[in-house]
């Protein structure tokens, strides 16, 4: 598929500085429509307005079926369909089980799941159902779900128990949902970014972005949105790419704490 005709939806895309704006934006600059499905109204409008005529910004609750529903309707509307769906919306749900003054509430395990794997699944699902809609190309494809996990999938650290379990269902969801949805020409495969300049990160002093960087063993630094929206776009132009978990992280191995 040919990123100049995409029809993205993008969660998580509000932010300036995060994976699913430089996403949006990669799709935009190719040529394509994107719409940016977050619940910062501010900054989300700001964003698709700069990206221009054939951006827009829709209000999504990833956690409300809802929301994601409305949402997906919307942007088909405005793009005309949709071939490509990309979930950056995450919290990071960091907590010890057992903390200092008492254990981990079960509620906020339940929302870091609820946000991170169950707003995944909504998303890839109900794109899905708009997407088998789409005639397909000279490989039978009608569109392509993209979902992000985290090496905290595969080596979480202490405090991580509700994030890792949230990512790591991202994971486990992938190859069963590449299957089921193979008969009608989607394709499902998620990234894993290592450690990044998200907006979480832009809040840390240069000293200690540095230091993160540094536990990369090359590049040694921070990785790049734009290097997750180019994966993103490689992944869209490969129709042999399905069913796969592709770590993006520079070769590094995260350390229990």
Known sequence: MDLSTAKAVVTGAASKNGLGFATAKRVINAGGFAALLDV????????????????????TDVSSEADVQSAIAKAAEFMGGVTLAVNCAGVIGAARAL?????????????TIRINLVGSFLVAKEAANVMQRNEPNDDGERGLIVSTASIAAFEGQIGQVSYSAS???VVGMTLPLAREFARIGIRVNVIAPGIFMTPMVAGMTPELQES???????????GRPEEYAD????IYGN??????????????RMQPK
Do not use: C, W
């Open 40 to 59: 910062n109204d501010e900054h989300g409008e700001q964003s698709a307005a700069e990206l221009g005529d054939r951006a827009i910004y829709i209000h």
């Open 99 to 111: 903390g200092r003054e008492a254990p981990m509430e079960g509620a906020f395990f339940e929302n």
């Open 167 to 169: 990512k790591g269902g």
């Open 212 to 222: 993160l960087g540094a536990q990369v063993p090359f590049p040694s630094r921070l």
């Open 231 to 234: 994966l993103v776009a490689s």
């Open 239 to 252: 129709a042999m790419i399905n069913g796969e978990t592709i770590r993006i992280d520079g070769a590094i």
